[in-house]
């Protein structure tokens, strides 16, 4: 939970506003359609455009030979226009000449092939080279534009790690500098190593650390320490790319900002290692509105992600670096945002913390991949499109939240999601590959506070717990050194715990817990000793049949699908049992008292309306603040954010049907439209009000 009871400094100092724009690309146009883009931008409200991201050529279009006379002209044309720049460095997509002279650049595929010239992101992070031509384009940037007016911050590269699954570079530099560091974290000693992947297993055993090569196609893939390992040096390398990119612009500009574009949830980047890298957290986020079955549900997955974005700064607001003005061209079905649905999901982002709404792109490319990527600007060239007016609409009520800047959101709840541990699920043989499903199953659990708009933080195991009042931990597989620890002290000390089967497994090298589940001391914690674990197939039927009187207050049954622990109670209160096979009458639910604190152990997985119902019980029994007191119809929302003094409360109808909320005795002031709002607010189909009131204390 965040305390802080005055606002965060904004995004920029020069700009205490929210943010809208996007990736600008003038590079791609001839100079005559600059001031049309300009007269655009204001007329959209845009004030912080992001420049440059992919335009080295076009910086340096020959080795050494550099024409920055365009780019000088669009930060002039920026600030005359009362806009900014995010101003990119352009690592990310190279220039023909630099890799035509110099190979070594291109990364190396698992199968030890040099991949020839082209793409994005398709660089090696160790190549001296390609270091030295990025510190030769970003000196020059710095020292050009360090004291433009029009330079809000930099955009250090892009995406890094994107394209495929993080695509690694295998090259022999990059593992060479691999096997450093696994000295640096062996300190040196092979035996350690040896003992912390087993490889007395299948004679994997290694006598130095030069006989050790990344894990790949053709080589070494059984040894889950090793894959786990690599996983931890591919961030460890794009950091310290990082580092490389940002030393050049720290000496030069030292305060100007840094940030690099996160992805959603990214599954190759430990995004934990790199909160206090970057100075402010950024984003890009592409949810599915509306082609994926079900918006409430896209909703909240998206919620999820800017949880996590805010609170890897411990509730610092962050930026949505990308979204999409109207559509994404590579989704399998290119559905439009239907109206409403823009202003919503941007909304939504401010909701949850962000300071600012950046698209993914202001001009329609007109050529190549991105070509029918939605824009602000579609080929046509003019504002007189749907797409225009919604963001000229958004652009007019992010004026009006200038008091918005800066606030943050308070959470009692902690959802763990743990990198590591997701690549310990991923990497591991067992359950069956389609039961683990370890994001979808912290998602589903942290969606239902989200649908009874109660704040959350989405931490990992780095994160103290002391702050939050009740922490659920999903399928927390991996205990790293310290966690379980963590979880008693937070427990005996009156918190409340719920975390679920498959958890206290395996330790930080993913080396089995010995002497029965949970491991690590979390058996006395939770009282339960969980001995193995089925896995049921779709067709099979297990229920959760909740005991007489428990501490819940439910009652009745729910379906259970997937996943069951057999569990022993040791110590803990069995509040459900299993309704179905040979373990039917078995504990499936139990709680234990620990100290001032409570252990739930949800052994088995279930649907979102056993976990709607748990939380709902837990949240009533705790006092957890709710946004809005009264009960929120079905697909309906309310976040909040404050600054200690006033509470600004965004109340979001992710259906296409008219919802009416329940305000309680409260009167609001309506931030947009002005007046008073109280009693029974109207919202119509992705429809979203901001209001405001005077803080409530928690
Ligand atoms: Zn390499």
Known sequence: MHTQSDRYPPISPKCPHMLHGGDYNPDQWPTEVWAEDMRLMKAAGCNAMSVGIFAWSRLEPQEGQYEFGWLDRIMDMLAEND???????????????????????????????????????????????????????????????????ALLMWHVSNEYGGEGSGAPCYCELCQAWFRDWLRDRYDNDIETLNHAWWTAFWSSRYESFDQIDAPGPLGERAIHGLTLDWKRFNTHQAIDFYRHETSTLKRITPDVSCTTNFMWAFEPQDYWQWANEV????????????????????????????????????????????????????????????????KLSSLLAIAHGSDTVQYFQWRKSRGATEKFFGAVVDHVGHEDTRVFGDVA??????????????????????????????????????????????????MQHHAAFWTMGIGVDVIDQTVALDEYRLAVLP???????????????????????????????????????????????????????????????????????????????LAGEYEIHQLCALIHAEGATV????????????????????????????????GQDFLDDLYGRLASDLG?????????????????????????????????????????????????????????????????????RPAVEA
């Open 83 to 149: 806009a900014f720049a995010i101003l990119a460095t352009p690592s990310a997509a190279r220039p023909a000449w630099l890799d035509a002279r110099y190979p070594e650049c291109c990364k190396v595929t698992a199968e030890g092939q040099r991949r020839d010239h082209g793409m994005r992101h398709n660089f090696c992070w160790s190549s001296p080279a390609f270091r030295e031509k990025v510190t030769a384009i970003n000196t020059r940037l710095a020292e050009r534009y360090g004291t433009h007016p």
């Open 279 to 342: 100075d402010i957290v950024s984003w890009d986020g592409y949810p599915g509105w509306h082609c994926r079955g079900d918006d409430v549900r896209e909703a909240a997955g998206a919620a999820f992600n800017h949880d996590l974005f805010r609170s890897l700064k411990a509730g610092r607001p962050f930026m949505l670096m990308e979204s999409v003005p109207s559509v994404t061209s590579w989704f399998p079905v290119c559905k439009l945002k239907r109206p409403g649905m823009h």
């Open 393 to 442: 609409e958004l652009g007019r009520v992010l004026k009006k939240l200038d008091g918005v800047v800066g606030t943050t959101v308070r959470s009692e709840v902690a959802v763990l999601f743990d990198w590591p541990t997701r690549w310990a699920v991923s990497a591991m043989s067992g359950l069956g590959h389609r039961h683990r499903n370890y994001l979808g199953t912290c």
């Open 475 to 553: 399928m927390l597989y991996m205990l790293r050194p310290g966690m379980a620890e963590k979880i008693e002290r937070f427990v005996a000390d009156g918190g409340t715990a719920v975390m679920t089967y498959w958890s206290g497994i395996v330790d930080e090298h993913d080396l089995c817990h010995l002497g029965g589940w949970p491991g690590g001391g979390l058996r006395k914690v939770f009282g339960v000793w969980d001995e193995e674990t089925d896995a049921i197939c779709e067709d099979d039927v297990q229920r959760l049949v909740l005991s007489e009187g428990n501490e819940l207050g």
């Open 575 to 606: 509040a459900g049992t299993y309704g179905e096979d040979f373990y039917a009458g078995r504990p499936a639910l139990t709680v234990n008292h620990y100290g001032d604190g409570k252990a739930w152990y949800v052994a088995a997985r279930t």
């Open 624 to 692: 957890l603040r709710r946004t809005l007191d009264a009960t929120l119809p079905q697909g309906v929302t309310a976040r909040m954010r404050t600054n200690g003094e006033t509470d600004y409360v965004f109340v979001m109808n992710f259906t296409d049907a008219v919802a009416g909320v329940d305000l309680g005795e409260t009167t609001f002031a309506d931030v947009v439209n002005g007046g008073e709002v109280a009693g029974r607010l109207a919202l119509p189909a992705y429809g979203v009000a901001i209001l405001s």
